[in-house]
Structures are given as structure tokens and as C-alpha cells.
């Protein structure tokens, strides 16, 4: 546990500020900010995909979807969580280069107080995923589960196509047939890895125990409702989001998008 905690730790702070560096000597036309985000972009790609391959090998290892353990789907929640408090850091760092150039010249009260009003549910998702769902899959599931952890980490499989998404705009490219390809590769893993996993687990525990999928609810522990539902409502809020931005990608001209 503490090893984890201590590599990754210095893992993802290391990996972003030799990504700005590196940036730096590649493309020293590029500004800190656009340095910046796109590093930012870059790690968050990087874990994504630890994330996913750990969750496709708890999965796979795990048959009997309650009973069965597989070490990842411990040890990786003590790499979430250190990624998750760099990620609001990072997040945080993003928001004030991006606003300086308007209001914030200085880090403030005012800017961090911005920041947690532009981003908050962001922010309120990091936070529940430290203070509840960290201590939910490391204590209070026991020795069960581990096989829905590893759903849960599968989740991330979006994210490396939604960073690739914003790197594209950043990079001037949203108007080229690899970003609209890159759409619909978004919405297809969001809606399957972080719409369809839910009910996929609820389903899974059903055939397990032989009882019909709704009643899963009542058999399982209130806590394991709880935080699904608290897991699942941003995500249909975000999906609602992409859906949106789809529609303009894919009706409108490259004129109209630039507007």
C-alpha cells in the first residue's frame, strides 16, 4: 500500500512536468499554457489506460463475480488515489493559464475560488471518488467485489479518446476526418464503459446469484447503491454533454464550428 501510494505519487507529478519540459525543447513556439494542457491531457491518457488494462485483467481473473480476489483491484485504487489529488492540482493549474490572460494574473483566493465554481462537479467527482469510494473498495466490501472494482476501473477506457479529442482542437485539427473518427469513438466508450457498465454489473451479480436483475438492488448493500448512483449521474450529465457537442460536430460546417 504505502510503496504504491509512494511511487505513484511521484509518478504522475513527474511524468506531467517532464511532459512540459520535453514540450518545451520539441515545440518551443508553444506557450507554458499550451504546454501545460496539453501535458495535462497526456498523463490523464497515460493512467486512463493503466486504469483500463488493470481493470481487463480483474475481470478476466475474476469468474465468480463476488468470491474471487486478484490483487489489482486493491493495489490500483493506491494509485487513484494520489492521481486523483494531482489531477484537481493540475486542474486547478489548467484553469489559472487559461484565465490569466483575462482576469487572474496572480494565484488568489479568487482564483481558486473560480476555479472550484467553473469546475465543480469535476471536483466534487475527485473528491467523492477519495472520501467514499476509496474507503468502500479497500474496507467496507470486505473480500467481495473484486470483480465489480475492475468494471469500475474499465470505466477510464473514454478518457485517453476525450483527451485526444481536446488535444486535436488545441491543436487547430477539429475540422480533419481523424477528429470526427475520434467522436464517435467517444461517444461509444462513454456510453458502453460508463453508461451500459452499471446495469452490466447489476446483471452480472443477478446470473450469479439467479435472482432477476431488479432485484439486485434490495439483495446488494446500500452503500454499493449509493455510490453507483452517485458514479452514474454525473456521467449521464457529461454523456448529455458529448451528445451535444456531436450534434454541432457532425451538422455543422467547418465555419460554424469555428465561430
Known amino acids: 500500500m504505502w510503496q504504491t501510494l ?7 507529478p513527474g511524468l506531467f512536468f517532464l511532459s512540459v519540459r520535453s514540450l ?13 494542457l496539453l501535458s495535462s491531457r497526456m498523463v490523464s491518457s497515460v493512467q486512463a489506460t493503466m486504469a483500463t488494462v488493470s481493470g481487463i485483467i480483474v475481470v478476466l481473473n475474476c469468474k465468480d463475480v463476488v468470491h474471487d480476489r486478484y490483487w489489482l483491484a486493491v493495489e490500483y485504487v ?11 492540482c493540475v486542474m486547478y493549474l489548467c484553469h489559472w493559464h487559461k484565465s490569466k490572460d483575462t482576469s487572474e494574473k496572480k494565484h488568489s483566493l479568487a482564483s481558486v475560488r473560480s476555479f472550484l465554481e467553473k469546475d ?36 477510464e477506457l473514454s478518457t485517453p479518446f476525450v483527451s485526444l479529442g481536446k488535444i486535436l482542437m488545441q491543436l487547430k485539427m477539429q475540422d480533419t476526418l481523424l477528429h470526427k473518427v475520434n ?14 457498465l452499471f446495469p452490466f454489473m447489476y446483471r ?6 439467479g435472482i432477476p436483475i431488479y432485484m439486485v ?21 457529461w454523456f448529455m454533454l458529448i451528445c ?4 454541432r460536430l457532425y451538422s455543422s460546417s467547418p465555419s460554424d464550428k469555428n465561430r
Open 6 to 12: 509512494a511511487i505513484a505519487s511521484v509518478f504522475f
Open 24 to 36: 518545451g525543447w520539441a515545440a518551443p513556439a508553444w506557450s507554458l499554457k499550451d504546454r501545460i
Open 78 to 88: 493506491w494509485v487513484i488515489v494520489p492521481y486523483m489529488i494531482y489531477d484537481v
Open 120 to 155: 465543480r462537479l469535476m471536483v466534487t467527482h475527485h473528491l467523492f471518488i477519495l472520501v467514499v469510494l476509496t474507503p468502500v473498495a479497500q474496507y467496507l466490501r470486505g473480500e467481495l467485489g473484486d470483480f465489480f472494482v475492475g468494471c469500475i476501473f474499465v470505466a
Open 183 to 196: 467522436g464517435i469513438l467517444i461517444l461509444v466508450t462513454f456510453f458502453l464503459c460508463r453508461i451500459v
Open 204 to 209: 452480472a451479480y443477478a446470473r450469479h446469484t
Open 217 to 237: 438492488p434490495f439483495h446488494i448493500p446500500m452503500h454499493c447503491n449509493v455510490a453507483n448512483a452517485s458514479l452514474i449521474a454525473p456521467q449521464l450529465y
Open 244 to 247: 451535444k457537442k456531436a450534434v
